[in-house]
């Protein structure tokens, strides 16, 4: 504005009555300004909508307002006695898991302090010289070391990848072949998805082939599969997953046999005793038994304390 007048008034005044009303316009803005920063009155005082009037009641309410406190929980070092004791109730589950699982481990290591003790170290000498060399069962602490240190290696050196072949591919195949052998044997007649066997005068009772060796061929040569694919990928969770199936089968055939004793009668339980494997054949689980039975003969022969140091 101050501009667009000067222009106008060169046009119409002489330069020197132009400055003159320059110099008042200048005095007029100045007395404008003087009066804005002075304390508000009724007559002169800004709006309430102005900026500067909106800018001074916040400076006055910054004033008013109480200073912030911080309610921030300090948690004091592991140094310091009591570590959660600055913490209130509800606060200790926000306690970051590591530093719980550091505390238990440490907790539980200090309890072996015992050990430290030149009593204790003589207690264990005397323990490890007791017996003869030889019969206080030497070969099943190495096993057990041996074993522990190939579960942290992951593998049986030398040994890791002949296991995993026949563990893994041999015993796919092996399921793969019981199964076409039991689908074989069994026939179309007889073969159905669903547990209970078919209302049907075709239906008949299979014993010979290799429903001679076990009651379920097809079910074992299904689980004998998934095992083999689920080593042979290196997949526990399908380890997992098989063991649950077998469970599932297992609870199947047991609804399949009272289905088929309901309909051959005494047929199928003169069967039943005559082939007592229902997945896996009665000369495996004949040999395991005693395997087993020439194991605890062995252990009789040596000594009925109670559990040793390293067991």
């Given at each position: 504005r101050l501009a667009v007048s000067t222009s106008i008034l060169s046009k119409l005044e002489t330069p020197n009555k132009l400055m003159m009303k320059l110099h008042r316009c200048r005095a007029f803005l100045l007395l404008l300004q003087c009066w804005a920063l002075l304390p508000s009155?009724?007559?002169?005082?800004?709006?309430?909508?102005?900026?500067?009037?909106?800018?001074?009641?916040?400076?006055?309410?910054?004033?008013?307002k109480p200073p912030m406190v911080s309610t921030t929980t300090i948690v004091p070092s592991r140094s310091h006695t009591g570590l959660f004791e600055s913490l209130k109730p509800n606060d200790k589950d926000k306690v970051p898991s590591v530093t719980t699982a550091v505390s238990v481990v440490t907790d539980a290591l200090s309890e072996l302090s015992i050990?430290?003790?030149?009593q204790s170290f003589a207690r264990i000498r005397d323990n490890l010289t007791s017996g003869d060399?030889?019969?206080?069962?030497e070969v099943y602490f190495v096993t057990q070391v041996l074993l522990i240190l190939c579960i942290l290696y992951g593998s049986i050196p030398m040994l890791g990848d002949l296991l995993t072949f026949v563990l893994g591919p041999c015993t796919l195949l092996g399921g793969i072949v019981t199964a076409v052998l039991g689908l074989k044997d069994l026939g179309p007649s007889n073969l159905s998805p669903w547990p209970k066997v078919p209302e049907t005068?075709?239906?008949?009772?299979?014993?010979?082939?290799?429903?001679?060796?076990?009651?379920?061929?097809?079910?074992?040569?299904?689980?004998?599969?998934?095992?083999?694919?689920?080593?042979?990928?290196?997949?526990?969770?399908?380890?997992?997953?098989?063991?649950?199936l077998y469970f599932l089968l297992d609870l199947k055939s047991d609804y399949e046999e009272k289905s088929l004793v309901?309909?051959?009668?005494?047929?199928?339980?003169?069967?039943?005793?005559?082939?007592?494997?229902?997945?896996?054949?009665?000369?495996?689980?004949?040999?395991?038994?005693?395997w087993e039975g020439i194991s605890e003969k062995k252990n009789d022969k040596g000594s009925k304390g109670g559990g040793s140091f390293f067991e």
């Amino acid at each position: 504005r101050l501009a667009v007048s000067t222009s106008i008034l060169s046009k119409l005044e002489t330069p020197n009555k132009l400055m003159m009303k320059l110099h008042r316009c200048r005095a007029f803005l100045l007395l404008l300004q003087c009066w804005a920063l002075l304390p508000s009155s009724r007559a002169f005082s800004p709006s309430r909508n102005s900026p500067l009037f909106v800018q001074q009641m916040r400076s006055v309410e910054n004033t008013r307002k109480p200073p912030m406190v911080s309610t921030t929980t300090i948690v004091p070092s592991r140094s310091h006695t009591g570590l959660f004791e600055s913490l209130k109730p509800n606060d200790k589950d926000k306690v970051p898991s590591v530093t719980t699982a550091v505390s238990v481990v440490t907790d539980a290591l200090s309890e072996l302090s015992i050990f430290a003790s030149p009593q204790s170290f003589a207690r264990i000498r005397d323990n490890l010289t007791s017996g003869d060399v030889g019969t206080r069962g030497e070969v099943y602490f190495v096993t057990q070391v041996l074993l522990i240190l190939c579960i942290l290696y992951g593998s049986i050196p030398m040994l890791g990848d002949l296991l995993t072949f026949v563990l893994g591919p041999c015993t796919l195949l092996g399921g793969i072949v019981t199964a076409v052998l039991g689908l074989k044997d069994l026939g179309p007649s007889n073969l159905s998805p669903w547990p209970k066997v078919p209302e049907t005068d075709n239906a008949s009772l299979i014993t010979n082939g290799i429903y001679g060796e076990v009651r379920h061929p097809i079910y074992t040569g299904l689980l004998a599969t998934c095992i083999g694919f689920s080593v042979w990928s290196g997949s526990a969770m399908r380890v997992v997953l098989t063991f649950i199936l077998y469970f599932l089968l297992d609870l199947k055939s047991d609804y399949e046999e009272k289905s088929l004793v309901q309909k051959f009668g005494n047929s199928y339980k003169k069967y039943q005793k005559q082939v007592k494997g229902k997945f896996v054949p009665e000369q495996l689980i004949d040999g395991i038994k005693n395997w087993e039975g020439i194991s605890e003969k062995k252990n009789d022969k040596g000594s009925k304390g109670g559990g040793s140091f390293f067991e």
